[in-house]
């Protein structure tokens, strides 16, 4: 099992798509901490090392307490020779040279979150006082691929930056990236024209790749790597996709468990609540949980590309269409458009024999469930 602990509801940041509610100066406590910890190491059988993550709003807001629950983990596996992995999601604006080098230290794997150049970052991800947040989220990401060259950068993309897309893309890719997870905000109302500026930006990327391939450098852009490796592995694995609550938990400030970090939001218990920290978790909820989340609406079923498409989301599924077995229409617009894209580019590097492309997806040691 995986946890992901939500070290805090607070941010200095107010983006116009996060799911996790109104930001406030709530923080986990110790005892929470504690407790969850224990709570992953008792529910880990495996040999493969569970994972860890510090999530929030931002957990580097609460570095101490941070600190804390990795020296707790390191005693918990020298206790238990349970091994273990550290994972953090941040914006990167509370980082120093001191935060990073700790990071690096302790091996605490870093996803940067930054949507792209002053205007796609300013569109939706301004400072709580409305401040432009681009040169200090630059300058963070700037310091933390000093220490993490190989760091994955998460893009939102979304209506009021999808204009600013193909720049964006360039801007990082230019900037040293290597790994650029484009993540789509499904929650809000696209117009046409908006969809087409969507296939303008992912068809950008396309190009970004080839060209990068060509060049002989090997980069990852979520929505066509994983559709390579799924159409190589005649779609996506079980121990690929989500299990909603069965292999991976997120604990919210207050030690409330949930099935996915998308599902603490403002931890009103609504939904998805599995139980708490204090008391464990309710094994009648987590059974309900498994049980409805297989998608087997017959459109889907019948689809020819339903074995790649990552329909399979259960949270973003509920937030659509109020069920969390049935995927909804932005979805599978997405899901074709990025099968589509990423089968010319590829198929053009292959007929090509190019063998940056080649090394990259065709050794076994590549296709494992990390790249996606």
Not at 4 to 9: E, K
Not at 114 to 139: H, L, M, P, W
Not at 166 to 178: C, E, K, Q, T
Not at 304 to 331: E, K, Q, Y
Request: charged share 25%.
């Amino acid at each position: 099992m995986d946890i992901i602990l939500h070290l805090t509801h607070d941010c200095q940041l107010n983006c116009a798509y996060c799911y996790g509610g109104p930001k406030r100066n709530s923080a986990m406590s110790w005892e929470v901490a504690r407790r969850a910890i224990d709570l992953l190491f008792d529910q880990t059988h495996t040999e493969a090392p569970a994972l860890i993550s510090f999530f929030g709003g931002e957990p580097l807001m609460q570095v101490p307490l941070l600190k804390q629950c990795v020296a707790y983990a390191e005693a918990k596996e020298e206790q238990t020779a349970k091994p273990f992995r550290l994972a953090i999601t941040t914006n990167g604006l509370s980082l120093d040279e001191t935060i990073a080098e700790y990071l690096r230290t302790k091996n605490i794997e870093p996803t940067f979150s930054f949507d792209g150049i002053r205007e796609a970052q300013d569109a939706c991800r301004r400072y709580v006082n409305g401040q432009s947040s681009f040169a200090d989220t630059k300058e963070a990401m700037d310091l933390l691929l000093r220490y993490f060259p190989a760091m994955s950068i998460c893009a939102v993309v979304s209506p009021e930056n999808v204009k600013y897309l193909p720049a964006s893309i360039d801007f990082f890719l230019d900037s040293g990236v290597r790994r650029l997870l484009l993540n789509p905000n499904f929650f809000v109302s696209w117009s046409e024209a908006e969809l087409a500026l969507w296939r303008q930006g992912y068809e950008h990327a396309a190009e970004r790749f080839e060209k990068e391939f060509r060049n002989g450098r090997s980069v990852h852009i979520n929505f066509i790597t994983l559709k390579i490796i799924t159409h190589l592995k005649g779609g996506y694995d079980a121990c690929d996709t989500c299990d909603f609550g069965q292999k991976e938990i997120a604990v919210a400030p207050s030690g409330n468990i949930y099935p996915c970090q998308r599902m603490v939001g403002e931890d009103t218990k609504e939904l998805g609540w599995m139980g708490d920290v204090f008391t464990g978790l309710n094994v009648k909820t987590c059974r309900n949980l498994a049980d409805v989340r297989e998608v087997t609406n017959r459109e889907c079923r019948e689809c020819d590309f339903s074995r790649r498409c990552r329909n399979w989301c259960s949270c973003v599924n509920h937030r659509l269409t109020g069920r969390f077995d049935l995927p909804g229409s932005l979805v599978c617009y997405h899901e074709r458009m990025a099968i589509e894209i990423a089968d010319r580019t590829a198929s053009r590097l292959f007929q090509d024999k190019n063998n940056t492309f080649l090394e990259t997806f065709y050794f076994e040691k590549q296709m494992t469930p990390e790249w996606i």
